[in-house]
């Protein structure tokens, strides 16, 4: 996960991985086919290795069982999603989830949560604090490392739930709606970090928001999904480089692909209002 593992030609990490979405449909409850809900109909999509991709819709579209059907976290009831591993059938280490919540361990200070993972991939002692130690330096927690997370602020807490997950190295990043409870300045300085953290190590990353501006910010791909049973109807390339440190949302392309995305995710806010879920 180091920046030194990125290939020096293309600046990517030739050990990430894409994931094949085919035909996905999930269903919650009822009985016989009866009754229930039905998230999501008819998922497909590709997420290309070494991308930061967003799924983008409106509450109750099915974006976090989407990605929770990724993480293998629920099982997939009908079609295929596959990586280079496979067809996923259930979490494993090669996909690391970082929830809007933080799912910290209070009873462990920053680095016991950050050698949580580590201690289960059998390392030795040494090797398992430098790591840990390495990605608390990633996400500027140094000197917060024997911190409680009651003692972190909101964002304090999820770079450290950000720095658990990375440790593990996984291959496929997924997030849902990291920033979701942070306050706005915290959360823009969060994306900021995110991406800047992202362009060091350049894992695939599947991040859920129903924030149009936090969408473009982030990704370079957009999945919008219409609005619940989801569905995947539009895949946008957001298409701009940023340069470390640009303040992009000044940019017109920025201003203007926001407003694009607007236009195809409005009716389906307008319709998620609408229908109860
Ligand atoms: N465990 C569950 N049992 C029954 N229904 C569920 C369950 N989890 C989600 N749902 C329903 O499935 C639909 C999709 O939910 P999901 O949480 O995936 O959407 P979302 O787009 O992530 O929403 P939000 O942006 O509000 O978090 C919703 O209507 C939700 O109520």
Known sequence: MSAQRLDA?????????GIEIRDVSHHYGGRNGQGGVTALDHITLDIRPNEFHALLGPSGCGKSTLLYLIGGFIPVQSGVIETARGPVTGPNPERGIVFQNFALFPWKTVLQNTLYGLEK??????????KARHFIDLVHL????????????????????????LAVDPEILLMDEPFGALDAQTRRVMQEELRSIWQRTRKTVVFVTHDVQEAVFLADRISIMSARPGRIQHVIDVGFNREPGEDVVKRPEFVEMGEHIWGLVRDQAIAATRSAH
């Open 121 to 130: 991939l059998g390392l030795p002692k040494k090797e398992r604090e430098e």
């Open 142 to 165: 140094s000197g917060f490392e024997n911190a409680f997370p009651s003692q972190l602020s909101g964002g304090m807490q999820q770079r450290a739930a950000i720095a658990r997950t």
């Open 9 to 17: 030609r293309t600046g990517t990490d030739p050990n990430a991985v």
